[in-house]
C-alpha cells in the first residue's frame, strides 16, 4: 500500500537557523511527489512538484530535493514568516488531483 | 489564485442532520475535489469530479455524496451526519497543468456535529 511519512511532526527553529524536513514514501512507480504549506485556517498551498530522483526546486529560503526513497525540504535561515505546517503528497491513481498526504510537519519559527 | 469559495465556513449541526456543502469555483476548472482533514490523519480525499456529472469516490467516501450540475458548484452531502463527519472540508481544484498536481484550495468549512 502506498504511503507517505512526514517527520519530525513538528519543529521549532531560530530565526536564521537552517534545517531539513523529511517526507518518505513507498509507492511503486512514482509519478511525482509535492510539496505544500499550510498557514493555521487555511487551504494548503502548493509549493513544488519533483518528477524523479536527483531533481531539486527552490523558491526563495525553501528548496526541495528528492530520491529515490525520499523527499527533503530544506529551509535556509528561516524567518518568523515561514512559519507553517508543510505537507507533502504523492499522487495515488489515475487523477493528479487524487493525492495522499503525509501528516504534515509543523513549523514554527521564533525571532 | 483558483477563485474557490466555500460556504458555510462555519456549520454547527446534529447528529442525524443532513448537511451540503458548497464549493464554487470561477476559473472553469475541469477537476475539482473534496478533501476532509483531521488531526493525525492529514487530508483524505473523499469525492472528486472530471466534469459536470461525473464524480468518483475517494478513500473515505462512506456517508457522503456529491452531485455537480455545473462546472462552477461541486456540492458535498452528508445524508445523515454522524460525530465522526466532525472535521475541516477543503474543496480544491487542479488548477496547473496536467501532470503538477498543482492543486488549488479553498479556505475550508468547518464542520460540527454534536
Known amino acids: 500500500e502506498d504511503q507517505v511519512t512526514q517527520s519530525p511532526e513538528a519543529l521549532r527553529l531560530q530565526e536564521g537557523e537552517s534545517s531539513s524536513l523529511n517526507c518518505s514514501y513507498t509507492v511503486s512507480g512514482l509519478r511525482g511527489l509535492f510539496w505544500y504549506r499550510q498557514d493555521p485556517g487555511k487551504g494548503p498551498e502548493f509549493l513544488f512538484t519533483?518528477?524523479?530522483a536527483g531533481e531539486e526546486k527552490e523558491k526563495e529560503r525553501l528548496k526541495a530535493t528528492l530520491t529515490k526513497k525520499e523527499s527533503f525540504l530544506h529551509i535556509t535561515a528561516p524567518k518568523p514568516e515561514d512559519s507553517a505546517t508543510y505537507l507533502c503528497?504523492?499522487?495515488?491513481?489515475?487523477?493528479?488531483?487524487?493525492?495522499?498526504f503525509g501528516a504534515g510537519t509543523q513549523v514554527v519559527v521564533t525571532p | 489564485d483558483a477563485g474557490i469559495t466555500q460556504s458555510p465556513r462555519h456549520k454547527v449541526t446534529e447528529t442525524g442532520t443532513p448537511v451540503t456543502l458548497r464549493c464554487h469555483q470561477t476559473?472553469?476548472?475541469?477537476?475539482m475535489y473534496w478533501y476532509r482533514q483531521d488531526p493525525g490523519h492529514g487530508l483524505r480525499l473523499i469525492h472528486y469530479s472530471y466534469g459536470v456529472k461525473d464524480t468518483d469516490k475517494g478513500e473515505v467516501s462512506d456517508g457522503y455524496s456529491v452531485s455537480r450540475s455545473k462546472t462552477e458548484d461541486f456540492l458535498l452531502t452528508l445524508e445523515s451526519a454522524t460525530s465522526s463527519q466532525t472535521s475541516v472540508y477543503f474543496c480544491?481544484?487542479?488548477?496547473?497543468?496536467?501532470?503538477?498536481?498543482?492543486?488549488?484550495f479553498g479556505e475550508g468549512s468547518r464542520l460540527t456535529v454534536l
Open positions: 519533483l518528477y524523479s
Open positions: 480544491a481544484c487542479l488548477a496547473g497543468a496536467v501532470g503538477t498536481g498543482e492543486l488549488f
Open positions: 503528497a504523492i499522487p495515488k491513481g489515475d487523477s493528479w488531483g487524487k493525492l495522499q
Open positions: 476559473e472553469n476548472h475541469r477537476y
